[in-house]
T-cell receptor, first 115, second 117 residues
Framework: AQSVTQLGSHVSVSEGALVLLRCNYS??????LFWYVQYPNQGLQLLLK??????LVKGINGFEAEFKKSETSFHLTKPSAHMSDAAEYFC?????????????FGKGTKLTVNP | DTAVSQTPKYLVTQMGNDKSIKCEQN?????MYWYKQDSKKFLKIMFS???????INETVPNRFSPKSPDKAHLNLHINSLELGDSAVYFC????????????????FGPGTRLTVT
């Protein structure tokens, strides 16, 4: 079964430091992978997605992720953290079921940015 | 101009009551979903509808009954509410199919925080 695993439920970085949020996937077929962000008391917003067009995917707010098949990984990075990046981040894989797609989410990583 | 809207945003009720959450999308999407986010922030799909037809039902108790009067609306009715139903419920929509730049992308509503006391 296709799934994703997020390593680290909490990540804390200093403002200006590199952000690295880890996601590994399990899939027997080429996966479609997503990163979503959830700010406090809000819904989910798509940061970026991988649909096999390019292995390095650039998203909104300066985030990017690289699909590495050899490592079954899709880690999210940002060169320099801002205070406004503090949020919960979810990695997800899209699974086709009964002619519809559903997202299966990882357990989320809470990012804290320290001044 | 909200893409996916949900009402109410907060819902506090007692055990045993029946309540409904409404969802509307103005994106012209064919597929709509309900997800549940528990107290540990874990998100899990409950249902998906495509053009008013139920496609996915993820072993949700039959106290939960989704209804789609048209493809822009997907409501969630919950009977005999239990303490364990307390969660944030998110509605989402997507275009579906394999065409288009936004394939696979789901647009989420702001969520409804349900508290059962």
């Amino acid at each position: 079964a296709q799934s994703v695993t997020q390593l680290g439920s909490h990540v804390s970085v200093s403002e200006g430091a590199l952000v690295l949020l880890r996601c590994n996937y399990s899939s027997s077929v080429p996966p479609y992978l997503f990163w979503y962000v959830q700010y406090p008391n809000q819904g989910l917003q798509l940061l970026l997605k991988y649909t096999s067009a390019a292995t390095l995917v650039k998203g909104i707010n300066g985030f990017e992720a690289e699909f590495k098949k050899s490592e079954t990984s899709f880690h999210l990075t940002k060169p320099s953290a801002h205070m406004s990046d503090a949020a919960e981040y979810f990695c997800a894989v899209s699974i086709t079921q009964g002619g519809s797609e559903k997202l299966v989410f990882g357990k989320g990583t809470k990012l804290t940015v320290n001044p | 101009d909200t893409a996916v809207s949900q009402t109410p945003k907060y819902l506090v009720t007692q055990m045993g009551n029946d309540k409904s959450i409404k969802c509307e999308q103005n994106l012209g999407h064919d597929t709509m979903y309900w997800y549940k986010q528990d107290s540990k922030k874990f998100l899990k799909i409950m249902f998906s509808y495509n053009n008013k037809e139920l496609i996915i039902n993820e072993t949700v108790p039959n106290r939960f009954s989704p209804k789609s009067p048209d493809k822009a609306h997907l409501n969630l009715h919950i009977n005999s509410l239990e303490l364990g139903d307390s969660a944030v419920y998110f509605c989402a929509s997507s275009q579906g199919g394999l065409a288009g730049d936004d394939w696979g992308e789901q647009y989420f509503g702001p969520g409804t925080r349900l508290t059962v006391t």
